[in-house]
């Protein structure tokens, strides 16, 4: 008598309207496409995705670029 549904009571958010989870990288400061921001290169690996032999740049996440904020602040 204790078989009640346990997976009928989690909250799975399927319908959120969330905007899609882009992965940003430690040295993006917004998401890409994000009114007021740019993509640049980074200047941790100067847009190269490495700062060392075989190194993924972690500022960047290995893509070599980043997406800062421009324009006043
Ligand atoms: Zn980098």
Redesign the pocket.
Known sequence: MSTEASFSSLPEPTSAPAAPAAPLAP?DQATPGTPGTGETV?P??GGS?R?SEGSC?P??DGT?R?TVGIGGA
Request: hydrophobic content about 20%; proline content about 0%; glycine content about 28%.
């Open positions: 040295g980074c941790e690996c995705g700062i740049c500022n960047c070599g980043i």
